[in-house]
């Protein structure tokens, strides 16, 4: 190489060292600090940030990471990634898209785990130490500095399940088009599917109704009226709190839950499917 060539190359590499250098700087001097007085409140219980701080070193730290930025030591192996806390950005929350969960959010989260990923349930702590962790993981994000959690939505008092519903819910669903993602009968073949990916890039799978695995978010009809209103934020799945009137919402639970393996809990749904003959929704269907 000319000698005027690798003098240029070597200033560009040093650039790029100094530039990777100071994002480096960037991130540990995150000033922690200013925030180790973070709280959580849920029902009676008080979290304080500090307390938590052995608990996490012990069990979250190999994959949320020290700094909780979801770069901990196993993380790389791990598919979906640890949440990355410095974003403030969460799946679940009973709160509308965009806006930060409520403390007693995380507080549930904890407890329950996410499926379907390395996130373990939590059922071990006392509700103090989960209190105590929900303060921690609020933190390591500036945002619960500077905004408050959005207002949970509201869930109307489930109806009773009918025949009309079911249909009704299948309308619905093929209104919205849940089928471009989920597919037809719920099995996660949608035409968009094999495309998604959530807001870090990284591909995604959509929720697949027919395997038996559990939604990440709770598996009660409360839950998944939940998780399509609010939706999952940082994926893309949507919020239909805008497309998806309250009582449409329970006749869509209600149709969802007529994809799922039989099991006790959606007996009535399914028999109520196999009365009315129920077919997949046509995807071809000229939009209504
Ligand atoms: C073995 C790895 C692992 C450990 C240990 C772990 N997590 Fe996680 N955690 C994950 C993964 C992976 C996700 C993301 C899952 C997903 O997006 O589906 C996650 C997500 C989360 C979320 C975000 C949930 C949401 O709504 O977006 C919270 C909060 C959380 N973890 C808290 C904790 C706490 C507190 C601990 C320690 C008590 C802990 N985690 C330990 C892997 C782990
Ligand atoms: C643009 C694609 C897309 C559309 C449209 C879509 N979803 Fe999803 N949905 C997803 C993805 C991706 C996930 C998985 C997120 C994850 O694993 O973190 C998901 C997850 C879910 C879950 C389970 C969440 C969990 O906690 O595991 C439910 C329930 C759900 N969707 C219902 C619906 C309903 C009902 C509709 C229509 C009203 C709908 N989805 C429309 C992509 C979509």
């Not at 349930?121 to 500036?142: G, I, M, Y």
Request: with cysteine.
């Amino acid at each position: 190489m000319p000698t005027k060539l690798l003098k240029w190359s070597w200033l560009a590499a040093s650039a790029a060292l100094l530039l990777a250098a100071t994002a480096q700087a960037q991130i540990t001097s995150y000033d922690e600090r200013d925030r180790l007085n973070t709280d959580s409140h849920i029902g009676k219980y008080t979290g304080h940030a500090t307390n938590a701080k052995e608990d996490y070193r012990r069990y979250c730290v190999g994959c949320h990471g020290e700094l909780g930025d979801g770069n901990g030591e196993v993380a790389q192996w791990l598919d979906p990634k640890p949440r990355d806390f410095t974003l403030g950005i969460f799946k679940c929350r009973s709160t509308p898209t965009g806006t930060l969960p409520t403390d007693e959010d995380l507080f549930n989260t904890i407890a329950r785990g996410l499926d379907r990923s390395n996130m373990p349930v939590w059922n071990t702590f006392t509700k103090q130490q989960r209190a105590d962790l929900v303060a921690w993981v609020k933190h390591f994000s500036p945002r619960f500095q500077k905004e408050k959690p959005g207002t949970p939505i509201e869930i109307p008092a489930e109806p009773e399940v009918t025949p009309e519903r079911v249909k009704a819910g299948q309308d619905v669903f093929a209104r919205v088009q849940c089928w471009k993602c989920h597919g037809v009968e719920g099995m996660a073949n949608g035409p968009s599917a094999s495309t998604l990916t959530d807001d870090l890039s990284r591909p995604i799978l959509p929720y697949n109704f027919t395997d038996g695995s559990r939604p990440k978010c709770g598996s009660t009809d409360q839950d998944i009226y939940r998780i399509f209103m609010t939706g999952l934020d940082g994926t893309p799945m949507p919020s239909f709190s805008d497309n998806i009137k309250p009582e449409e919402a329970w006749d869509l639970v209600f149709y969802l839950r007529t994809l799922q393996p039989h099991n006790t809990f959606n007996l009535k749904e399914r028999q109520i499917a196999k009365q009315l003959g129920l077919k997949p929704v046509n995807p071809n269907a000229p939009a209504q």
